[in-house]
């Protein structure tokens, strides 16, 4: 599960690492040009599972946070109408100019867009702001219980938040496997990762009734591909922001070492199984205040 490869990366790294943050931020601006064709084109049909269900009303002001590229919020901007709002934030500059950029491309004029932390963004909020909160892929980098806290506080009542994220087992096959690398490679992690990723829609939904949500709908499921080249898990990798938080963590100078290594393990699975199953496991929640 990825859940235990994380403990194990933070157990390895309080022995080598300085301490330091891995720089989330950064990663996601790497990848903010290739994320759409490899993250958000794979994983739509998963995304619109959470966007179907959506109780969007014209006229409405809904928030996106950690909007990325902008797979809900132009689809939200579009529902909402000339009369709604979207605000927009993410973290990465890189994503929100491509979400931008995109947003004009389609003719959308209803969108706010803001460089922003999703604290500071909802600090920033008045109570009872929003008719709805939307957050896709953005809630295992947070302090859970104070975006929840905060949501629940901007939202008009019966104001919805719906979300999306990936769950612990997530990708399981491609961290086994890197996993297997780390153990023999634990020096290459110089920086702290921080993910906490829930282990089932059910979880989620404990934590959103805590805050004081009623929620309306939970569900599970998943996205499979399957590559026969270990250069396209590589590729699929370093270009779809699914390692976001991980890359900056590892030492730059040891990074062609350790894929490498993952090359080579991935390529000996391929010859055995005649691919390689990349698997997204995703938990949806769905709630009203």
């Known amino acids: 599960m990825l859940l235990n490869y994380i403990k194990f990366i933070s157990t390895a790294i309080r022995v080598y690492s300085s301490g330091e943050a891995a720089n989330l931020k950064g990663d996601y601006d790497s990848v903010s040009s ?36 902008g797979f809900f919020t132009h689809k939200v901007a579009k529902k909402v109408g000339p009369s709604g709002k979207v605000m927009a934030t993410d973290i990465s500059d890189g994503m929100l100019h491509m979400n931008e950029l995109n947003a004009k491309a389609a003719g959308l004029t209803n969108i706010d867009f803001k460089v922003s932390s999703y604290d500071t963004f909802l600090k920033s909020i008045a109570n009872e702001t929003f008719d709805g909160l939307v957050c896709g892929w953005g809630f295992c980098y947070f302090n859970q219980s104070l975006f929840l806290k905060e949501a629940y506080r901007t939202l008009k009542p019966n104001g919805f938040l719906g979300l999306i994220e990936n769950k612990d087992d997530s990708l399981k096959e491609i961290f086994d496997i890197f996993q297997k690398v780390l153990l023999r490679n634990p020096t290459v992690l110089k920086k702290n990762v921080k993910v906490n990723l829930p282990k ?87 709630a009203k205040k």
Request: hydrophobic share 40%.
């Open 34 to 69: 290739t994320y759409d064709q490899f993250y958000s084109k794979n994983l739509s049909s998963c995304a619109m599972s959470l966007m179907e269900k959506l109780p969007i009303e014209s006229g409405s002001v809904i928030a996106d946070v950690a909007c990325g590229t």
């Open 200 to 286: 089932s829609s059910g979880k989620i939904a404990k934590q959103f009734k805590n805050a004081g949500f009623q929620v309306t709908n939970d569900w599970e499921g998943d996205m499979k591909l399957k590559i026969t080249n270990p250069d396209d898990v590589i590729s699929y990798i370093r270009n779809s922001g699914i390692a976001s938080g991980f890359l900056d963590a590892i030492d730059p100078t040891k990074m062609d070492k350790l894929f490498a290594e993952f090359h080579k393990l991935v390529k000996e699975k391929i010859a055995k199984e005649g691919s390689f199953s990349v698997i997204h496991r995703y938990a949806s929640v769905l």
